[in-house]
């Protein structure tokens, strides 16, 4: 197949047209690194925030600010 994207020739394994059609999914028309560019794109590592884990109290660096939602714990916990 051709990328849409980059126009570069990708094959799909048979092994992997299998899982497509089990999960009743299409083709990808992107190639590997033009998918993974794509899903990188929406990741922050721009941005990293001192907050405590919501767990210890540890001091910890996340990708989330302390004021978001979302509960945070520290690897190690």
């Known amino acids: 197949m051709k990328c ?3 126009q570069k020739e990708f094959t ?7 899982f497509y059609n089990k999960i009743a999914v299409p083709e990808p ?3 590997p690194e033009c ?3 794509g899903r990188l794109a929406f990741r ?3 941005n990293l925030y001192r907050r405590k ?3 210890t109290g540890k001091e ?3 990708l989330y600010q302390p004021q978001s939602a ?3 714990y520290d690897a190690t916990y």
């Open 29 to 31: 028309k992107r190639c």
């Open 35 to 37: 998918r993974l560019l």
């Open 60 to 62: 910890i660096i996340s």
């Open 70 to 72: 979302y509960k945070i």
């Open 12 to 18: 799909i394994s048979n092994d992997d047209q299998g």
């Open 53 to 55: 884990c919501d767990a």
């Open 4 to 6: 849409i994207v980059c």
């Open 44 to 46: 922050n590592e721009r």
